[in-house]
């Protein structure tokens, strides 16, 4: 698999060591422009931009590794669910209302998504989505081994 398969594509299957890779590198790019528009050397539009346009890479690598477990891209929806909990307004809801909404089952949702995501292995051989997970070859070209 190739770079861009990695970060753009929504077809194909992808390992855990690659999903935690890029989960890492998402990371750091967040903490980076949230530090950079915090500081003030770049604006919070710009920073609200790059942050949509991370979304599409993200997304793409959660339903591959969804591919992998054998289901489909539409579960990671879930994780929009859980932002969604997070951030409603539950002030109508008597207090274990809210903390149940609020707290708990977004916490819940987000637990269960990255075991699923990135504990769980993924099926052996091929499945509904495709062959067997291919690594990303970062540099160059990846060799088969010589075992002569």
Same mark, same amino acid.
């Given at each position: ?11 194909? /299957? ?6 935690? @890779?890029?989960?890492? &590198?998402?990371? !750091? $790019?967040?903490?980076?422009?949230? =530090?950079l ?14 942050v ?16 992998? /477990? ?6 990671? @929806?879930?994780?929009? &669910?859980?932002? !969604? $909990?997070?951030?409603?307004?539950? =002030? ?17 949702i987000?637990m269960?998504?990255m ?9 052996a ?11 990303? &070859?970062f ?10």
């Open positions: 698999m190739t770079l861009r398969q990695w970060c753009l594509s929504w077809r194909g /299957r992808l390992g855990r060591r690659d999903f935690w @890779l890029w989960l890492a &590198v998402w990371t !750091l $790019l967040m903490l980076l422009l949230f =530090s528009a915090g500081s003030g050397r770049i604006e919070r539009r710009t920073a609200a931009v790059l949509l346009l991370l979304l599409w890479p993200m997304a793409a690598v959660m339903v591959k590794r969804l591919h992998d /477990r054998n289901k489909g891209g539409q579960w990671a @929806l879930l994780f929009i &669910v859980a932002w !969604l $909990l997070l951030n409603a307004d539950l =002030s109508s809801f008597a207090m274990q209302w809210r903390l149940f909404l609020g707290y708990f089952i977004p916490a819940l987000i269960a998504m075991v699923e995501l990135g504990a769980l292995p993924g099926t051989g091929a499945n509904h989505f495709g062959k067997a997970t291919q690594l990303v &070859v540099f160059g070209r990846r060799r088969e081994p010589n075992y002569q």
